[in-house]
């Protein structure tokens, strides 16, 4: 049977029993609806997971006893940044999810001009709230310890600055080559526009920072689509699922 997997960023290897963060809880107990003596595991984002049990069982907190360290080595050997547009609504939330799940090591939410999603008056600290709960969930489905950077919100000049000793790749539908043509790396940053994709200055301005210009054969994709298509081929490339 499937264990549950909880992310827990208190967990601390010296202090054998601890509560259960209040997210962590609420799934536990109200979702799942487990019980005192249930088994679980529990991972601090940064690498370190361990077996667990749980102790105790209240309305508003549960109590957990670490038991053995899980040795869980799940990462890529291939370092990927997302440079993503911002799209609305569930379009961005499933690009993020899957980009957990195929191993992203750090995801830029990216201003584009096309972008069409409100930030203003408090909405961006509520959104990049929501989608690192959205990145979390990614990490205990999936398996993996190490929970994926969510930098701020950033402007497209800003996004496109940190490119060093990376291969630095666009996606743009009238590029005249593809994924294939690219040679073999190690580590890569992805730039994938939002809904109604990148201006053609947008994608010179990308030039400009030394991305290379890739399109992804006959098809427009919607960017959500294309996330999740670029990410497993660049693996399946340079990657682990080849």
Same mark, same amino acid.
């Given at each position: 049977?499937r264990?549950?997997?909880?992310f827990c ?5 010296? =202090? ?5 963060p %209040? ?5 536990a107990?109200?979702v ?11 991972f601090?984002?940064?690498?370190v ?15 957990i006893?670490l038991?053995?360290?899980? =040795? ?13 547009g ?14 957990? %799940?195929?191993?992203v090591?750090k ?17 961006a ?14 990490? %205990? ?18 996004a496109?600055?940190d ?8 996606l743009?539908p ?6 294939s ?13 939002? %809904? ?12 400009? =920072? ?6 992804f ?26």
């Amino acid at each position: 049977m499937r264990i549950s997997r909880f992310f827990c960023p208190e967990l601390d290897v010296n =202090n054998k029993t601890f509560p259960l963060p %209040e997210a962590a809880h609420r799934h536990a107990v109200q979702v799942l609806r487990l019980k005192k003596g249930a088994k679980l595991q529990v991972f601090d984002g940064g690498g370190v997971e361990f077996e667990a049990t749980l102790d105790s069982v209240a309305k508003r907190q549960s109590t957990i006893t670490l038991g053995e360290q899980v =040795n869980n080595e799940l990462e890529s050997p291939l370092t990927i940044t997302l440079l993503q547009g911002i799209s609305r609504g569930e379009r961005m939330d499933y690009a993020l999810q899957k980009a957990v %799940e195929l191993g992203v090591n750090k995801v830029v939410p990216v201003l584009t001009e096309r972008c069409n999603v409100q930030l203003s008056n408090g909405r961006a600290d509520k959104r990049l709230h929501h989608w690192r709960g959205v990145m979390v969930s990614a990490c %205990e489905q999936s398996g993996r310890s190490v929970l994926p950077e969510l930098s701020d919100i950033m402007s497209l000049d800003d996004a496109l600055l940190d490119n060093k000793d990376v291969t630095c790749l666009v996606l743009d539908p009238l590029a005249a080559q593809g994924f294939s043509s690219i040679d073999k790396t190690s580590s890569v940053s992805l730039l994938i526009g939002p %809904e109604g994709g990148l201006t053609e200055q947008e994608v010179q301005l990308a030039s400009a =920072n030394e991305y290379q210009a890739v399109n992804f054969g006959p098809r427009i994709l919607r960017t959500e689509t294309a996330a999740v298509a670029a990410l497993a081929v660049m693996q399946s490339l340079w990657g682990d699922l080849a």
